[in-house]
Each structure stands twice: as structure tokens, then as C-alpha cells.
């Protein structure tokens, strides 16, 4: 069974300061790693995603994260947020090689950005 | 390309109700996935199809069904309705079946229980 930990509910932070948004796994196999990103009263939208490959993952809204596979992490890094970063932040794993879509999610990280 | 609609967007139903909600993927997609949301359970997996099967199923009471129709659209029913099933449900779209799939997920509906 696969689960994902978030540590922090909540991260405040300045507009124009970095951020770091945690998130470790447990799994007996390897998987796959996603970011997304709620706003509110909306769905989920993908931020980046780990295959395989690079380590270090670029994606939307400049947005990149690391996979680390002995400390079993996959941390979302921003260098400079903005207001419209405010969001709920979601990290998720699926095993590699399933025949499922499934999406097992951390509770999630809100991203507050205050001016 | 449209992306993954949901219908309806808001629901207030009373208990012992059932509900019937509906999810229309991204055209092409032929793989529907169903995610309820709630402040103390975060976010779950309630069931998954692809060309028209049930392909997996979260940990829910058999109160919750559904099935997927041959143009792809899905829909969920919830039956004999309980306080603790207010929750934001959330459908998602995906080309195929497979881990490494992209998932699309529709704006939800916000299912409330009185």
C-alpha cells in the first residue's frame, strides 16, 4: 500500500520570498509523483509530475520539484511566489506500472501568500 | 478542447435522499476517475472505469455506484443519503488506463446533506 505525508497544512509566506512545500511518500514499489493545485471552488489542476528521468522536474507557473529516492521526498520549490500562488497544494502518488489511475493524495499544504 | 464538465455544480439534497451526478470527460478520454473531497478525509478514490467497466474501487459503502456510458460520460449515485456525505466530488479524465497517465479533473459538485 502506498500513502503520502504532508506535513504542513499551512505555509504563509511573503509575496516575492521562496517556498518549499513538503511531501514524503511510503510505498513497497516505486511510483509515480504528482503536484497539483486547487484554487478555490475549482478542481485540480496539474502542476508537474515524475516519471522517470531527471530528478528535478520543471513544470507550470514555475513550479519545479525534486525526487528523492532514498529520503523517499518529492518537495515543491518556487523561488519567488505571487498573490495568485494562493492555493491548496496537492502531492500524490500512483504505483509505476499499474493498470490504474488511481491517485492516492496527501491531505494537502496551503500556500498563503500575503502582500 | 473542452475540458472535463460536471453537472450538477451544486446539490442540496436531505438525508435519505439519493443523488445522481454527472461527469463529462475531455473528448477522447475514454477513462473516468471519482474523487470525493472533505476537510476531514482529504481527498479519496471512489471508483474508476474505462470503456464502460469498473476498473477499481475505493473503500466505500456499496451506497456508492456508478458506470460509465459508451460515449465515455459517467455518472455516480449516491444513495440513501447521510450527513457525512456532504462533499465536494470530483471527476477526472484521462486518454487511458495506466499509472503514468495525466489526469484531468472537472470543477466538481459541491454535495450538500441536510
Known sequence: AQSVTQLDSQVPVFEEAPVELRCNYSSSVSVYL???VQYPNQGLQLLLKYLSGSTLVKGINGFEAEFNKSQT??????????????????????PYGGATNKLIFGTGTLLAVQP | KAGVTQTPRYLIKTRGQQVTLSCSPISGHRSVSWYQQTPGQGLQFLFEYFSETQRNKGNFPGRFSGRQFSNSR?????????????ALYLCASSMGQGSYNEQFFGPGTRLTVL
Open chain 1, 34 to 36: 504528482f503536484w497539483y
Open chain 1, 73 to 94: 521526498s518529492f518537495h515543491l520549490r518556487k523561488p519567488s511566489v505571487h498573490i495568485s500562488d494562493t492555493a491548496e497544494y496537492f502531492c500524490a502518488v500512483n
Open chain 2, 74 to 86: 459517467s455518472e455516480m449515485n449516491v444513495s440513501t443519503l447521510e450527513l457525512g456525505d456532504s
